[in-house]
């Protein structure tokens, strides 16, 4: 027995020291080696330090590499590839500032799995159209532009009623969570897609949940992991999708699809062509909706939750948000819904969504790809590695906000001016979200209907917020109800 135990250690010694020798021999071969690369650490063979990327808080993974590398630029190995992670607000402005002439945009290989099926199940190799024209489909009819989304509004007012008086009329407790995830799931479905009832998608939202959660997962791809719950999601939201889009195809075809419907971005991408001339497939623009409506649902529906949570929590806030509602609630008529107008007025309100974004980000971070060998801070990023902008360099760095862990919309107002490119939770320049515009009419238009409706106190203020990369009250944010 003692023979083998030892036979054991040796070889598990044995197995180690090869694989280190490997890994070094590796590094020394690799032309990386030979340039000044930023400061840092690839962690550990093939995982890197995904795990602690992944499941570690964004501002601590990335605010201990800064102190213990270099505040303005560091290397790491996260989601199977060599990323610099580039810092503060002059990192911020390099970025926004250089795309498609430095690098350009890069989704994780998760992302890429799960959105972009109809790539994988081709019969014939695709024609590879560069990263950036994916979304040209959508930026070029302007869908996210101001003239049209203010076509919208009354919709996304109509809509939002709706769902307040299904899910909260005659109600003392409820939890924000799951109506702020309806209500943006309707939303999306309407505008993406012109359906007037997406009860059959709606009845879905746990596959979204799955979805979003597995855009930042390891692939893993067997029962129990978060990747294989997300392919499994994926398939089941992509089915019902492909069925939207062939009852789209039939109306278009006989001649029913005028009006509302022929204006919204799934009939647009029914109808559009590539630059060869090619019309998408429907697995493909079915990935592609997927893709807009998760980016719609997840993002919004966590500024609308803690926005509740916040304004809750402080009874200064609520009175001065509710005194602005209120002078736009008795300037209209009764019943007359929202309009741009309204919106434009809601100047303290998006500084209290400025501020709950701040301290809650409902995206962390993105990345991109270097298209050539550059050079930023004195170290040189080689071409084909991966960049990544992350909100965490700054968002919540004293050096930069004053008691950056308090809720405090009237920073805004009192002369705190923040630094250019600390604030910036939807990107910016080239980059910037086409969404942001969306999003802020989706948020705005919530807020108003519920202040406006009610007061109410956070039943669990220390409520465990779960997740990093997409926070999530652990009980879903339970209210108790004050009706106005």
């Known amino acids: 027995m003692e023979i083998l135990s030892l036979s054991a250690v040796l070889f598990t010694l044995s197995l180690i020291i090869i694989t280190v020798s490997v890994f070094r021999r590796r590094s020394a071969d690799d032309p990386d080696a030979r340039v000044n690369l930023p400061p840092g650490s690839f962690g550990w063979p093939f995982i890197g330090e995904s795990i602690e990327f992944l499941f570690g808080k964004p501002e601590n993974f990335v605010g201990g590499r800064m102190n213990k590398y270099s505040p303005e630029i560091f290397k790491t190995h996260i989601l199977g590839e060599k990323t610099a992670v580039i810092c503060g607000p002059k990192g911020n402005k390099f970025v926004f500032s250089n795309e498609e002439k430095l690098f350009t945009v890069f989704r994780p290989h998760p992302m890429q799995k799960i959105f972009r099926s109809y790539k994988n ?43 307040l008086l299904i899910h909260w009329q005659g109600r003392e407790e409820v939890k924000v969570y799951p109506l702020s995830k309806t209500v943006t799931l309707t939303l999306a479905c309407r505008f993406f897609m012109g359906i007037k009832n997406p009860d059959h998608i709606a009845s879905m939202v746990n596959h979204f949940d799955d979805i979003t959660l597995g855009m ?23 089915k019902e999708i492909v069925k939207v889009i062939k009852e789209r195809k039939a109306e278009m075809a006989a001649g029913g699809g005028g009006g509302e419907g022929k204006k919204d971005i799934l009939s647009h991408m029914i109808v559009v062509t590539d630059p060869t001339g090619k019309y998408m497939s429907e697995a493909e623009i079915a990935d592609k909706i997927m893709g807009l409506v998760v980016a719609g649902y997840s993002t919004v529906s966590t500024a609308m939750t803690f926005f509740v ?8 806030v609520y009175k001065k948000v509710l005194s602005e509602h209120m002078e736009i609630a008795n300037s ?12 434009s007025k809601m100047k303290y309100s998006w500084d209290v969504m400025s501020e ?3 301290l809650v980000p409902p995206l962390q971070g993105t990345f991109r790809e270097a298209l050539v060998d550059f050079t930023y801070a004195g170290y040189t990023i080689p071409k084909g590695w991966k960049v990544y902008w992350t ?6 760095n004293p050096k ?25 939770p939807f990107g910016g320049g080239p980059r910037l979200c086409p969404g942001k515009e969306y999003a802020r009419l989706a948020v705005l238009t919530f807020m108003h209907n519920v202040v406006k409706k009610y007061k109410w106190d956070v039943l669990y203020p220390n409520e465990k917020i779960l997740g990093d990369m997409m926070p999530t009250p652990e009980k879903g944010l339970p209210i108790r109800l004050h009706r106005l």
């Open 216 to 238: 930042h997962s390891i692939i893993l791809n067997f029962p129990g992991t978060l990747f294989y719950k997300a392919n499994k999601a994926a398939a089941a939201v992509r």
């Open 121 to 163: 199940t081709a019969a014939a190799p695709p024609i590879e159209v560069p990263q950036g024209d994916e979304v040209k489909s959508i930026r070029t009819p302007g869908f996210f532009k101001p003239d049209s989304l203010m076509k919208h509004i009354a919709k996304m007012d109509s809509v939002t009623q709706q769902q």
């Open 356 to 358: 709950v974004m701040r």
């Open 309 to 316: 949570k916040y304004v809750g929590e402080s009874p200064d």
């Open 391 to 396: 909100v965490s360099t700054t968002n919540k």
């Open 332 to 343: 209209k008529k009764p019943g007359e819904l929202l309009n741009w107008e309204d919106l």
């Open 400 to 424: 930069y906000f004053k008691d950056p862990e308090k809720f405090n919309p009237s920073r805004y107002e009192d002369g705190e001016v923040p630094v250019p490119y600390t604030n910036v």
